[in-house]
């Protein structure tokens, strides 16, 4: 693995603290279509760990065309 493909790795932190920020979740404003902050919020993630991890995985896949 080359050293350029770590770096693409950082971007895995993101999706991984997001979650775990709890005293920022821990809430019910704002709401969003009578959903309440911290339920959008946990699916706001996944949606983020879902993208991160498709961009890290393309960016350091070997042999790309």
Do not use: D, K
């Amino acid at each position: 693995m080359s050293t350029r493909s770590r770096h693409w790795q950082w971007l895995l932190v993101i999706p991984t603290a997001a979650p775990l920020l709890t005293p920022f979740a821990n809430r019910i404003e704002p709401t969003l279509f009578g959903v309440p902050f911290f339920f959008w919020y946990q699916f706001a993630c996944a949606l983020l760990a879902t993208v991160v991890i498709t961009v890290v995985y393309l960016a350091t896949r070997e042999g790309r065309p």
